[in-house]
């Protein structure tokens, strides 16, 4: 019968496993009021897969405690739920995935749609003292072998929030397998600011909204102007009209979308061949009046653009 003998150095010669790197990215993205889904902070994990992610603390500097309707834990898998990553060939082997990101520009509502995200935890904030909100996130997460994403999300209520201050907003640590570990932090925790949703994709039955401006007329009102892509999200030809909504309490609320320029079936033609794009806005500050200028795609060949405007 062979002997097994075992060394000093050959016991020396086993590798100790790897601990699991942790990175926190922080995108520079406003964080939506009154919308329950924000990327605030995205950990990304390296781990060997037999690792338990146990919860992720996260603290909050600048915004009331009141102001805090939830926060949660979200975990995307081997997959990252940032647009930059999301739908890139390179980082990215999903294409339904893909799709949607490119579809909607940003997802809208893939990066928390259940079939690409599990929601982990929810923590509603209770009071707390001093300046600043800290919550535990405690949910256990398993990994498995390579990187792992998970991402904490923040609803800010618009009635508890100043719109023109800034926060920070940071997960200080995790804990995984009982250990206890600070992340590398990528991008700025602070200076964060807080937006207001205008539109959506598919609001008032319009697939996507596209190439924003804004303008303050002589009173104060605010006015946003943006195209309507009707169908889909290409560019012309298509049926694409120019909308502006307005608000008249500082871009807290906004109006429906009041038409701006339509060309409808000019020349006997369908809409999508009769699209405007491109537009611009300016206001007179003398006399305040406000004009709108847009090109005017007549017929589906290329080169058949004409100026309007009113």
């Known amino acids: 019968m062979a002997a097994v003998l075992f060394t000093a150095a050959s016991l020396m010669a086993v590798p100790a496993a790897a601990e699991p790197m942790v990175k926190a990215y922080n995108p520079v993205i406003p964080v939506i009021v009154d919308r329950t889904y924000n990327i605030i902070t995205e950990l990304e994990i390296t781990a060997e897969g037999t690792e338990t992610l146990e919860y992720v603390d996260f603290k909050i500097e600048g915004l009331p405690a009141s102001a805090v309707a939830s926060v949660r834990l979200m975990h ?109 932090q990528a991008g700025p925790s602070g200076g964060r600011r807080l937006g207001v949703l205008v539109r959506n994709a598919g609001a008032e039955g319009v697939h996507t909204y596209r190439i924003p401006s804004l303008v303050t007329t002589k009173d104060g009102t605010l006015l946003a102007m943006f195209e309507l892509r009707h169908n889909n999200y290409h560019d012309l030809p298509e049926d694409i009209d120019i909308a502006v909504a307005r608000s008249t309490d500082g871009g807290r609320t906004w109006s429906n979308n009041i038409m701006a320029l339509d060309m409808g079936r000019d020349s006997g033609l369908p809409q999508s061949q009769n699209g405007v794009t491109d537009a611009c806005m300016l206001v007179d500050p003398q006399t305040g009046r406000i004009f709108i200028e847009g090109h005017w795609c007549c017929g589906a060949l290329k080169g058949q653009f004409r100026q309007i405007g009113r």
């Open 76 to 184: 995307s898998g081997t997959l990252s739920c940032l647009l930059t990553k999301a739908g890139s060939d390179r980082d990215n082997p999903s294409v339904g995935l893909k799709i949607a990101y490119r579809e909607l520009y940003g997802g809208q509502k893939a990066w928390y749609d259940p079939s690409y995200v599990n929601e982990k935890v929810c923590v509603k904030p209770g009071k707390t003292s001093g300046k600043e909100t800290k919550v535990r996130l405690k949910e256990p997460v398993k990994l498995v072998k390579g990187n792992n994403y998970c991402y904490v999300s923040m609803e800010v209520r618009s009635t508890e929030a100043d719109l023109a201050k800034t926060f920070k907003a940071e997960a200080k640590a995790v804990c995984i397998d009982g250990k206890r570990m600070i992340p590398a």
